[in-house]
């Protein structure tokens, strides 16, 4: 564990029960939007627009989250998503209640605005950790995600059915979520913003899109996140077309979620001992060798290994992408580089999201697997260049640097 003062440790602890909130509210709509949608809709083709209004409005807020947490920091930026995720919630309960599917899309749009800021909880750990843990700690945040896999699902569930209106319990329930992430969020310390930025203004895009380091972390992020969304999209619908049954396919999303986030420490202690290159190597070999499996056996066991492992694969490419990430801009200074990253990777995500009922129907289980192998060996042979760049890079400066040193004396 991080050793650090006790402040910090209260404000960790707070940051994964804030990440538990967050990923709590999105297994909630995960599970019930589509099925609340279907129900209200009066014509089926708009049935996923709620769920479709989610991704598309974080991603969009995504970008501006980045830029306004540059300016105003951290707090403010997750106080506003909370309270969007709160009236939210209550506009979907009201539209529930009275039947009203434009109400609802109304409501799951602000939900929609809540994930802009999800993101930001593992940058405020590393933000307000000692400089030799900031990996570690954003990692620790992670482990949010492992509360939220064990009760999201069942609390959406039983939620669905405490009220007489199917589904009303499930909407108050994403209102009470959000309230709980606002005490959260109003009660951390502001981070960057005002206290840093107010004397060194945040990095600006434009300034790092050449840096082979935040180059890796895009790439990392954004590729990790579109194999990992393609599969978890795909896997139920390959596990109801082979006919394995319900019990196998909540088996399957049970260990992707397990193996998206416990990990995490593991992640952080990899990418200690072997530095970034080696930790994203074998994290895009897990993710393959998850794949293979999926290309060798439709069965139920080989379907559930190989959405584990594409989720134990994509937590190790998360950590060490975010941590390079950190590598490239100064602490308290990349807010909009953190935005623009998390709005880049929820973009192509979601686009891996949306394609995954058409690929499967046209491609099967094993073109699915195949064609992720295929992303991931792409993801290898980019990250392979960006890294001999990377070195060639620190080796001029560092020839540089020792010119200089010459020179002048």
């Known amino acids: 564990m991080i050793k650090s003062p006790p402040r910090f440790r209260i404000l960790l602890t707070q940051l994964i029960a804030a990440q538990a909130c967050y990923y ?18 009066s014509v089926p083709a708009l049935m996923t627009l709620p769920l479709s209004l989610i991704v598309v409005i974080g991603t969009y807020c995504s970008f501006i989250a980045g830029h306004a947490a540059a300016r105003f920091g951290y707090r403010p930026v997750m106080v506003a998503g909370a309270l969007t995720v709160v009236v939210g919630g209550t506009v979907s309960a009201i539209a529930v209640a009275s039947h ?31 400089p ?42 994403i209102a009470i979520l959000g309230i709980v992430a606002l005490v959260l ?7 960057t913003g005002r206290d840093r930025e107010a004397h060194n203004s945040a990095i600006r895009i434009r300034e790092r899109i050449g840096n082979p380091t935040f180059q890796q972390a895009v790439l990392v992020l954004a590729g990790s996140g579109l194999v990992m969304t393609l599969v978890m999209a795909s896997g139920p619908l390959a596990n109801d077309h082979a006919g394995h049954g319900s019990a196998v396919g909540a088996a399957m999303i049970q260990w992707h979620l397990v193996g998206m986030f416990a990990p995490s420490a593991l992640s952080a202690l990899l990418l200690k001992k072997y530095g970034a290159y080696k930790t994203n190597v074998f994290g895009v070999s897990v993710i393959a060798s998850g794949c293979a499996i999926g290309l060798i056996s439709a069965s139920g066991w080989g379907m559930t290994a190989t959405m584990m492992l594409v989720g134990v694969g994509w937590n190790v490419l998360f950590v060490t992408g975010s941590a390079l990430l950190l590598q490239s801009y100064p602490q308290g200074r990349g807010a909009k580089l953190q935005g623009f990253t998390d709005g880049a990777t929820a973009a192509i995500s979601a686009g891996g999201s949306f394609a995954a009922a058409w690929l499967s129907q046209h491609l099967g289980w094993n073109g699915i697997n195949l064609l992720a192998l ?24 560092a020839a540089q640097s020792s010119s200089l040193v010459v020179s002048e004396s």
């Not at 609340?36 to 809709?41: E, F, I, K, T």
């Not at 609802?104 to 590393?126: D, N, Q, W």
């Not at 009760?151 to 009303?168: C, I, R, S």
């Not at 991931?376 to 400066?397: D, K, Y």
Request: contains cysteine; aromatic residues 8%; hydrophobic residues 55%.
């Open 185 to 191: 969020a109003a009660t951390m310390p502001p981070a």
């Open 24 to 41: 709590m509210i999105v297994s909630i709509d995960l599970t019930l939007t589509g099925l609340v949608g279907m129900s209200l809709a």
């Open 132 to 173: 030799t843990k900031r990996e570690r700690a954003l990692a620790l945040v992670m482990y949010g995600g492992i509360i939220a896999a064990a009760l999201g699902p069942f609390a959406a569930v039983v939620a669905a059915k405490a009220a007489e209106q199917p589904y009303l319990g499930s909407c108050i329930l």
């Open 374 to 397: 295929a992303v991931v060996a792409g993801v290898l042979t980019i990250l392979v260049w960006l890294s001999i760049r990377a070195r060639r890079a620190n080796a001029l400066r």
């Open 100 to 130: 009203s599917f434009s109400l609802f899309c109304v409501g799951t749009a602000l939900t929609g605005g809540y994930r802009a800021v999800g993101g930001f909880l593992r940058f405020v750990a590393s933000e307000y950790a000692p």
